[in-house]
């Protein structure tokens, strides 16, 4: 399904990097995972994007950190059927 390319940082025992993995799987997106708990080199490629932390999701060089599904999904192009996307049928009494 996805065109982008999209690169995850990730390291042992974080929850917020299962999170985005999780998501990018069920969004039907391919990525590929780096994980610098068992590559240290795969965390000096994230310290040169002056990056220190994961998870960090790297969309097509566009950069999300943390696990932020609406930066995710803005990203990748999801529509996301937010509060307010409809405003026309937002009533208020």
């Known amino acids: 399904m996805s065109q982008q390319r999209v690169i995850v940082y990730t ?4 929850t917020h990097c299962k999170k985005v ?3 990018l799987t069920e969004w039907e997106i391919d990525y ?3 994980n610098i ?6 965390f000096k ?6 990056v220190y932390g994961t998870p960090a999701t ?3 060089d566009e950069k999300v950190l943390g696990y932020q599904e609406r930066s ?3 990203a990748l ?9 409809n405003a026309d049928t937002i009533h208020f009494s």
Not at 11 to 14: F, N, V
Not at 37 to 42: C, E, L, P
Not at 45 to 50: A, F, G, H, R
Not at 77 to 85: E, H
Request: aromatic content about 8%; glycine content about 6%; proline content about 0%.
């Open 11 to 14: 390291s042992d025992h974080c």
């Open 21 to 23: 993995l999780s998501k």
């Open 32 to 34: 590929k995972e780096k």
């Open 37 to 42: 708990t068992q590559d240290k080199s795969y």
């Open 45 to 50: 490629e994230l310290q040169k994007q002056k």
């Open 58 to 60: 790297f969309i097509n």
């Open 72 to 74: 995710l999904k803005r």
């Open 77 to 85: 192009g999801i529509q996301d059927a937010g509060r307010f996307q």
